[in-house]
């Protein structure tokens, strides 16, 4: 090997360059989150040639003064922190120092800014070998307009990793889109080929950010979405939560924020799909808009490149205080605080839904219970009224009725219609028709009925002291040494969770006792899952999952089935149940459960006043 030398500036910074800079998106990321620290109120971007030939990012910021400029394209220089503390409490977007210096590198790089109103300003620019910065004088308003022309000039082998040029510029267009998500206090607009792309104002209002929230994700996201703003122990999490039935087949409207910086974390994902995992429709993904306001001081944001990643202090906090957020946002969404949960499109004639003799159960299978879980479950139905005023299991399709008892038809606390109105009809022994104050209200009966019943499960299961089954053999589970001394730190949760485990060698457990609910289950895998999940988020749900399979099963078999005859008072007793449980907007597969045709949309599809 050849004597070990310093690399010279151009080429340190070239290497630097290919962590931060993939491809014009990079560049303007940095340049845009340089421009939102010096406190830009309106940001101005424009690029050519998907961002390789042109980029140019105008701000009306603090500006640059003279003296400060070569500095400004000097690696490892920066005005945003001094010292370890200043390090340790990050609350602005860039801070290392090293993004000017690194795109100067790998493209021809002009800074022009002024500090003052005066008109007069300054221009920086660094050309040859060693990157020597000339300074001269220009005319600038108060701001900074950086020009970066020809990226990747000198090094042609990034340039073949780069993708056509609508795709590169689609890129940029999604930063852009980002950052103004996480800034509505600024103005953004785009220019692609000197062709606007994107104008947005800045937004101070509720309204205002809304529709900004609108402009870049879509109308039908805020007409799906709840907003929310939830406090605690100095956290703070506000945004908007998409509803479980605005579900998407990718996760392609997701933005998280932490401390205004868009975020891809393993622990708040996890929490967010934990909150949804009992609504949501398998195999779709949640939308969401999402902003995590914490103490700069105990979130790290020095752990990647690009500073797409953080580290908590505490990552169990936050996990915990996110997921219990927003589990409890979407138990509360009701008939009465949401809008209908499957819209239905009027423009076109609404096609007619397939009849259906019976419901299937969940895709992929059902877990089948034994007849210890079926113990249990009688056990857990017996002192807790679990049975609902239309009857559970054992009814046979076309069996007759239950009679119950009229309700009234106004609601007695408001004197006023109920959100789900009161029952018209049944439709093919699938449906239930019924009208509200705004129009014509569908109802899925079994779907619905299937929610109630499982909730009510929950509840009952969860107020009573779990049922334990001791094994006849204990089960062995051979796991490694860290799992083992997870296990054997936890024992004390697995006892409130009806486990008894105990550490039976270095890498070895031995299962005593486990719930009488779950003694069908797949003891060595659960308990693995586990241990897992503990040392990877510090809790588990895993238990709870299995618990609710089993559970939304029984609540399947014991919900009314199709072509079961309801009398209008057991339609209405289902209609006012469902206003009053918690998710009933879907049922535990997540489908919907009601739908809405307002008198608006009927006159629509009806062509009346025209």
């Not at 900004?212 to 979405?225: D, K, L, S």
């Not at 944001?301 to 589990?327: A, C, G, I, Q």
């Not at 459960?593 to 629509?604: E, I, K, V």
Request: hydrophobic share 45%; proline share 6%; glycine share 8%.
């Amino acid at each position: 090997m050849s004597r070990i030398q310093v690399l010279n500036p151009r080429l340190a910074n070239q290497i630097a360059a290919g962590e931060v800079v993939e491809r014009p998106a990079s560049v303007v990321k940095e340049l845009l989150e340089n421009s939102l620290d010096a406190g830009a109120t309106r940001i101005d971007v424009a690029i050519e040639e998907g961002g390789v030939r042109l980029v140019r990012i105008r701000d009306n910021g603090l500006g640059i003064g003279k003296d400060d400029l070569p500095l400004a394209l000097a690696r490892h220089a920066t005005s945003k922190i001094v010292d370890l503390d200043d390090l340790e409490a990050i609350a602005t977007l860039g801070f290392r120092g090293e993004a000017l210096a690194s795109i100067a590198s790998v493209s021809r790089l002009a800074l022009t800014s002024s500090s003052d109103e005066s008109g007069a300003g300054w221009q920086v620019t660094a050309e040859g070998r060693d990157m020597t910065a000339s300074v001269n004088a220009a005319a600038h308003a108060r701001g900074t307009t950086v020009e970066v022309r020809d990226l990747f000039f000198n090094t042609p082998a990034r340039r073949k990793f780069l993708r056509t040029e609508k795709t590169e510029a689609g890129h940029v267009e999604d930063v852009v889109r980002k950052l103004a998500l996480s800034h509505f206090n600024t103005g953004f607009s785009l220019t692609v080929n000197e062709r606007p792309v994107l104008t947005l104002k800045p937004a101070a209002s509720p309204q205002e950010m809304q529709r900004r929230v609108a402009q870049i994700c879509g109308t039908p996201f805020v007409e799906n979405a709840v907003a929310i703003d939830v406090e605690h122990a100095g956290i703070r999490l506000w945004g908007w939560l998409g509803l479980p039935t605005f579900s998407r087949a990718q996760p392609d409207l997701q933005f998280f924020f932490v401390n205004g910086r868009m975020v891809r974390d393993r622990v708040l994902n996890h929490a967010v799909r934990q909150a949804f995992e009992d609504v949501l429709f398998h195999g779709r993904h949640p939308a969401y808009v999402l902003y995590l306001e914490i103490d700069p001081a105990i979130v790290d944001v020095n752990v990647h490149p690009t500073k797409h990643e953080v580290r908590f202090r505490d990552s169990r906090l936050v996990h915990d205080f996110l997921f219990r957020t927003l589990h409890r946002v979407i138990a509360d969404l009701r008939p009465d605080t949401q809008q209908s949960p499957a819209r239905v499109e009027t423009t076109a004639p609404v096609s007619a839904a397939p009849l259906q003799s019976v419901f299937p159960l969940p895709e992929g299978g059902a877990p089948v219970a034994t007849s210890a879980q079926m113990a249990a479950y009688a056990q857990l139905i017996a002192p807790s009224g679990v049975g609902l005023r239309i009857g559970l299991a054992g009814v046979g399709e076309g069996a007759p009725p239950a009679v119950l008892p009229s309700l009234p038809q106004t609601d007695t606390a408001h004197g006023a219609t109920p959100p789900l109105g009161y029952a018209l009809a049944q439709l093919h022994g699938v449906y239930i028709l019924a009208q509200n104050a705004q129009g014509l209200v569908l109802v899925d009966m079994h779907a619905a009925h299937e929610r109630i019943t499982y909730e009510r499960l929950k509840c009952a299961y969860d107020a009573q002291a779990v049922a334990m089954q001791p094994l006849l053999v204990p089960v062995g589970v051979a796991v490694g040494e860290r799992e083992a001394d997870a296990a054997e730190e936890n024992v004390a949760l697995f006892a409130r969770l009806g486990f008894v485990v105990e550490r039976a060698g270095p890498e070895s457990l031995l299962v005593r006792e486990v719930p009488a609910l779950l003694a069908g289950a797949d003891v060595p895998q659960l308990v693995r899952d586990v241990l897992a999940d503990l040392r990877q988020h510090g809790s588990s749900t895993r238990l709870a999952q299995t618990r609710d399979e089993l559970l939304a099963t029984m609540a399947c078999h014991g919900s009314v089935r199709a072509n079961r005859l309801l009398t209008v008072p057991e339609m209405n007793a289902l209609l006012r149940d469902m206003e009053e449980t918690e998710r009933s907007g879907q049922c535990n597969h997540g489908r919907p459960t009601w739908t809405q045709l307002s008198m608006q949309d009927l006159d629509r599809l009806f062509l009346r006043g025209r």
